[in-house]
């Protein structure tokens, strides 16, 4: 799986959209970008995924570049309840039965 | 609501005292997941049952073990609890039978405290 390169940690004020961005400049032709999220004390959570093609669903937006290199998750309204590790994830669909591959992620804070 | 369960949630053990931790599933997925994560860092993935085949990763310590008796239920078992096991122990399923969603549910987790 290509590697991915997140910030540590990000701050967003609530009711603001907030855009997380994620390097993944090896990416190959067949792979996808996961997003995933881990509120503290739970388990990761799905977010989204997609392949080149801009994607949303209820909870987020995915905006991946046109040479599929970096990409940008967005919560268009964030909420306290959105204060969590955001992790960037790239895999094949599918991609086997092996595990995901977390990172380091990035912390979001989302301030009052 | 189909999901993952871990019973329980907080597990206290004895320094090299084997322990036992439980994961049920009602999604009918084929592979189940264990996943370590200690205090700051991300989960890492121990190993996983596809169907009924084992799997483990290279470098998971050879004092975990798992079991899988049936589809619904998997277990970890840590046969000395050193203090460097105390951890949240994330179990994960997911299906790879053909036309299902390839997606992974996590479940809350168990937070091992050894001493």
């Known amino acids: 799986d290509a590697k991915t390169t997140q910030p540590p940690s990000m701050d967003c004020a609530e009711g603001r959209a907030a855009n997380l961005p994620c390097n993944h400049s090896t990416i190959s032709g067949n792979e996808y970008v996961y997003w995933y999220r881990q509120i503290h004390s739970q388990g990761p959570q799905y977010i989204i995924h997609?392949?080149?093609n801009n994607e949303t669903n209820e909870m987020a937006s995915l905006i991946i570049t046109e040479d599929r290199k970096s990409s940008t998750l967005i919560l268009p309204h964030a909420t306290l309840r959105d204060t969590a590790v955001y992790y960037c994830i790239v895999r094949m669909y599918g991609g086997g039965a092996d595990g995901l591959t977390f990172g380091k992620g990035t912390h979001l804070i989302i301030q009052p | 609501d189909a999901m993952v369960i871990q019973n329980p949630r907080y597990q206290v053990t004895q320094f090299g005292k084997p322990v036992t931790l439980s994961c049920s599933q009602t999604?009918?997925?084929?592979?189940m997941y264990w996943y370590q994560q200690k205090s700051s860092q991300a989960p890492k993935l121990l190993f996983h049952y596809y169907d009924k085949d084992f799997n483990n990763e290279a470098d998971t310590p050879d004092n975990f073990q798992s079991r899988r008796p049936n589809t619904s239920f998997c277990f970890l078992d840590i046969r000395s609890p050193g203090l460097g096991d105390a951890a949240m122990y994330l179990c994960a399923t997911s299906s790879r039978r053909t036309g299902d969603n390839y997606g992974y549910t996590f479940g809350s987790g168990t937070r091992l405290t050894v001493v």
């Open positions: 997609g392949l080149k």
């Open positions: 999604l009918n997925h084929n592979v």
